[in-house]
């Protein structure tokens, strides 16, 4: 017999949520949710705007919400604006509490695996585990069949001596000096006292210089007047952006074993979040209810292709964003996008963008010299130069 239906390796976002949402549809499924480390989730913020998901999937996914706000601000050098779609996160120790709550011995933490099959999972003590199907949802599969940017972060919690006076999110503060390629400063408010502040940049390479980006943090800190009482933790991540891509060849490096999240190239292509797409490929399984193998493989694939193929124009925008114009005049791409119709700014971050939405975001003057957009424009095989 068997040692489960279906085995889910790795125990972040994709494969927690698709856990999760089976317990509570598919309870007679016998769900193991194996992962490396100490605890689900590992060390991260999720968030999502509030028209990034249906109704029905904010509903299944309240319990796990930490913090929500009714709008969220950006700010550039040349534009500041408050907008008023919702803003949601979650937070990875609520996210480990809740799974293991709700799961209990369906999770196995401190397990390595050493190999996957389709239908099999060989964990580093040698031990074999057999099942219905695996999916692999360890996060990014290297690959030479994807040219990738990357955005590169980091997070501090802080607790600060004096109320900070900020209301609601800043999902990209600009103003701040450019260096590196994009770079922006989030903020999303806590508590009266207590926020947390992620240093970012859109960079061609994706090491982190840790160092640097805390001095950068401390910079942002001391120029609002805050003092710190307290670090409560810091979280770091380096989220790939799709700039061109054979993704038929990606999923055949997969070699029919069932993947999900990042390695299943799920992710918003231009903003890197990862929640939206983690919680309707969960809808989209649930629904179809099929757990063999060769059935998950074949569903997921099919539909990772349909995503992306609805998604050219974003990595279009992408290498605008990594290869048109000084690197410290990048900034200015972003700026002229967020000028534009609320509507339009919602539907980019659903990655539901209409062909007026399309027409109208490169439209006009372009804000980076014509040339080298034009060069981006055209440069849709990237990843064949990465390959060779």
Request: with cysteine; net charge positive; hydrophobic share 45%.
């Amino acid at each position: 017999m068997a040692d489960a239906d279906l085995i889910l390796v790795g125990g972040g976002l994709a494969n927690g949520l698709l856990a999760l949402r089976l317990r509570q549809r598919r309870p007679d499924l016998r769900i193991l949710l194996l992962e490396q480390g100490d605890t689900l989730g590992g060390n991260h913020t999720w968030s999502f705007h509030e028209t990034d998901l249906r109704p029905a999937q904010r509903a299944w996914l309240t319990p796990l919400v930490g913090q929500c706000w009714p709008a969220y601000e950006v700010i550039f050098p040349d534009l500041r604006r408050r907008l008023g779609n919702g803003y949601a996160s979650l937070f990875s120790h609520r996210f480990h509490q809740y799974l293991m709550a709700e799961l209990g011995d369906s999770v196995r933490l401190a397990t390595a695996v050493s190999q996957i099959e389709p239908r099999r999972v060989l964990l580093s003590t040698g031990q074999v585990l057999d099942a219905g199907a695996v999916i692999d949802g360890r996060g990014v599969r290297r690959s030479a069949r994807l040219a990738l940017g990357y955005q590169k972060f980091l997070g501090q919690e802080l607790r600060l001596r004096q109320p900070h006076g900020v209301q609601i999110p800043i999902i990209m503060d600009a103003s701040v000096a450019q260096h590196d390629g994009y770079r922006f400063v989030y903020v999303l408010p806590l508590s009266a006292d207590r926020l947390l502040i992620e240093d970012t940049y859109y960079a061609d390479g994706e090491a982190v210089a840790l160092d640097t980006l805390r001095a950068n943090i401390a910079r942002y800190v001391d120029a609002r007047g805050w003092q710190v009482d307290e670090r409560l933790r810091e979280e770091q991540g380096v989220l790939p952006i799709v700039l061109s891509g054979d993704l038929p060849g990606f999923w055949d490096e997969a070699r029919g074993v069932p993947q999900s999240g990042l390695s299943a190239a799920l992710f918003h292509p231009t903003t890197g979040y990862s929640l939206p797409d983690a919680v309707r490929l969960t809808d989209h399984l649930v629904a179809l209810d099929r757990w063999d193998a060769a059935g998950l493989f074949a569903a997921i694939r099919a539909y990772s292709l349909a995503q992306w193929r609805r998604r050219g124009f974003f990595r279009l925008l992408n290498r605008m964003l990594f290869m048109a114009g000084p690197a410290d005049r990048r900034w200015a791409v972003m700026q002229r996008f967020y000028g534009l119709r609320e509507p339009l700014i919602q539907r980019f971050y659903a990655a539901d963008l209409t062909a007026w939405d399309r027409l109208r975001i490169v439209s006009g003057k372009p804000p980076v010299p014509v040339a080298e957009a034009l060069r981006a424009l055209a440069a849709v095989n990237l990843h064949q130069k990465d390959h060779q």
